[in-house]
């Protein structure tokens, strides 16, 4: 056996000796499902984290930077290509909110697990 193993590796070696890895495949979960549901969550905790403890600062830092780009567009000092930035982002150029609200909602669709397990983390983060 390679010294060097996944986390995914070592936690199916895990479930195979609690017994829990036909039960577990039975209803369709595997060992990279887990992985990755424990990903997100840590990922979601320590946002959760870091957004309480800096919330205000990074508030004021985006809404600050925000009115100033604007006021600078305003004034035509700077020129923003928005359709350059939302291809460059992956978006359509004709992206309005609706298509971007359908196309998050359909992202959540897809991954239900990762993103209930990333705002279970979140909360948690939050509360501590």
């Not at 350059?84 to 150029?93: H, M």
């Not at 909602?105 to 509360?127: A, R």
């Amino acid at each position: 056996m390679n010294i060097i193993m996944t986390f995914a590796e070592r936690l199916n070696l895990f479930l195979i000796q609690l017994g829990l890895d036909q039960q577990l495949l039975s209803m369709g979960i595997t060992p990279l499902d887990l992985t990755h549901g424990f990903a997100s969550l840590l990922s979601g905790l320590i946002f959760g984290i870091l957004a309480k403890r800096y919330f205000r600062v990074l508030f004021w830092i985006g809404l600050f930077s925000a009115t100033i780009i604007f006021f600078l567009e305003y004034k035509s000092i700077v020129n923003i290509n928005w359709t350059a930035l939302n291809i460059f982002l992956g978006l359509s150029e004709t992206a309005t909110f609706d298509s971007l609200l359908t196309m998050f909602l359909e992202w959540l669709k897809q991954n239900v697990l990762v993103s209930v397990i990333s705002t279970i983390g979140f909360l948690l983060g939050l509360k501590s």
